[in-house]
């Protein structure tokens, strides 16, 4: 059995090495794994970000067409259509969470990132939420978000800071601190703000970047 100081270390250090090693034959990020995980986890309170969801609700024009790209349960979106928010559109790999949010009245599609299966310059405001984490071709998912913005489309990003990593969350592949987030940001945005931000639900800090598509 290997030391969890030696597992700590690749986690750390090779954190992609890790990942993949550790899920070798697992069937983890698949869409029958979403389907499963939600279901069980769809009201579960550690998937409420009320501070998030506050935040994204003062930034955002109510008039705004926004997607949430990897939505999950849709917490987000499901919030923003509570605040008079109507121009909502998901996308997820789930077909359970795509069906349930469509019923709540909310614009989904169906689509495993870091492909984005909808149209050029469709979007004032793309959302990804704890997702680039999760995501080994990063440079292309960030192509795809600059692809499906308007001309100064805003994209507004989460990921945990410089923690969560994937001896912790087996489905992360990446750690990101605030200067690895700016410096790959920088190479395909504009960014507005950077800054460490902690949810009144959830003890781990969160690094949220506002960026813009530049013309």
């Known amino acids: 059995m290997i030391p969890w100081r030696v597992k700590n270390y690749f986690s750390?250090?090779?954190?992609?090495?890790?990942?993949?090693?550790?899920n070798a034959g697992a069937k983890g990020n698949t869409p029958e794994y979403w389907d499963r995980r939600l279901a069980e986890t769809w009201d579960h309170p550690a998937r409420l970000w009320p501070t998030k969801n506050e935040l994204l609700a003062k930034l955002l024009a109510p008039n705004a067409r926004i997607l949430d790209v990897g939505c999950g349960n849709g917490g987000i979106l499901r919030y923003l259509k509570?605040?008079?928010?109507?121009?909502l559109h998901g996308l997820e790999m789930s077909r359970y969470a795509?069906?349930?949010?469509?019923?709540?009245?909310?614009?989904m599609h169906y689509g495993a990132l870091p492909e984005i299966p909808l149209p050029d310059q469709s979007y004032d405001v793309v959302i990804a939420s704890q997702v680039l984490e999760h995501l080994i071709p990063r440079r292309r998912f960030a192509s795809e978000l600059r692809r499906v913005l308007r001309p100064r489309g805003s994209a507004l990003i989460f990921v945990p800071d410089n923690?969560?990593?994937p001896i912790d969350e087996p489905e992360h592949v990446i750690k990101y601190d605030a200067r690895s987030l700016r410096r790959f940001l920088?190479?395909?945005f504009?960014?507005?703000?950077l800054e460490r931000i902690r949810d009144v639900n959830h003890p781990a800090p969160v690094l949220f970047a506002h960026v813009r598509k530049s013309t």
């Open 12 to 22: 750390e250090h090779f954190p992609l090495l890790y990942h993949l090693i550790v």
């Open 82 to 87: 509570s605040r008079g928010f109507e121009d």
């Open 98 to 107: 795509v069906e349930r949010l469509a019923r709540d009245g909310i614009h």
């Open 163 to 165: 923690c969560l990593g």
């Open 186 to 188: 920088t190479r395909h």
């Open 190 to 193: 504009e960014i507005e703000s």
